[in-house]
């Protein structure tokens, strides 16, 4: 039973520290706005996965146009993640009245999650065949592999976020300038790979 604690473990350090657009997202909010910024975006993967993790459970085994599905999801979540690297390239200088601001990190993350093919290919292929095997061991089991799973994947999340608040101070001016740049030129790259995925899911390369 305490092999799936492990495994959720393992696989949720893996995702937290892969790099993709929710953790660059996480960085450029952190950076725009504050560490409470990135730490609601860092919140996202427990708030549109759990839809995900109860479908790929309960059609897995009979979805015939999964690639189709796929293919469409990481098209539209390229056009947003284009759209906020477009924007990261715009970026001029921090915040600074906080209290007024409304960064909306939340559903930025949301959407960003939403969108991205990786949460479903990774349950409907990795999470959900070991999810079914932890239930036919007790009711604990399979608690215990997505508990860890995304304690690990949210907490990696907000140590990122608290770690680029602490060197917020640091990066203001001219470099806050060149990190938005490069990290909307991450995002264009992150944007360029999900459109190449979709258009290999729908068969068109």
């Known amino acids: 039973m305490f092999n799936?604690?492990?495994?959720?473990l393992?696989?949720?350090l893996s995702a937290g520290f892969t790099p993709g657009p929710l953790s660059t997202l996480i960085i450029t909010e952190t950076l725009q706005y504050n560490a409470k910024s990135?730490?609601?975006?860092?919140?996202?993967p427990i708030i549109v996965?759990?839809?995900?993790?109860i479908l790929s459970v309960l059609i897995l085994q009979n979805l015939?146009?999964?690639?189709i599905i796929m293919g469409v999801i990481s098209m539209v979540g390229g056009s947003v993640v284009l759209g906020m690297g477009y924007k990261s390239f715009l970026a001029k200088e921090i915040a600074v009245?906080?209290?007024?601001?409304?960064?909306k990190s939340l559903s930025k993350g949301v959407l960003?999650?939403?969108?991205?093919p990786h949460p479903y290919i990774f349950w409907f292929s990795v999470g959900a065949p070991m999810l079914t095997k932890a239930m036919d061991v007790n009711n604990v089991a399979p608690a215990l592999f997505v508990g860890s799973f995304y304690l690990m994947l949210v907490g990696v999340k907000m140590m990122l976020a608290l770690l680029t608040g602490k060197s917020?101070?640091?990066?203001?001016?001219?470099?806050?300038?060149?990190?938005?740049?490069?990290?909307?030129?991450?995002l264009v790259l992150f944007a360029i790979m999900l459109f190449k995925e979709g258009l290999e899911l729908l068969g068109v390369v």
């Open 4 to 8: 799936y604690l492990a495994m959720g």
């Open 10 to 12: 393992v696989l949720g």
């Open 38 to 44: 990135g730490m609601k975006v860092a919140l996202a």
């Open 49 to 53: 996965d759990f839809p995900i993790i």
């Open 64 to 67: 015939s146009n999964f690639d």
């Open 97 to 103: 009245n906080l209290e007024k601001s409304n960064p």
């Open 112 to 116: 960003v999650n939403a969108l991205s």
């Open 168 to 186: 917020k101070g640091y990066l203001t001016g001219k470099r806050y300038r060149v990190i938005m740049r490069v990290l909307g030129l991450v």
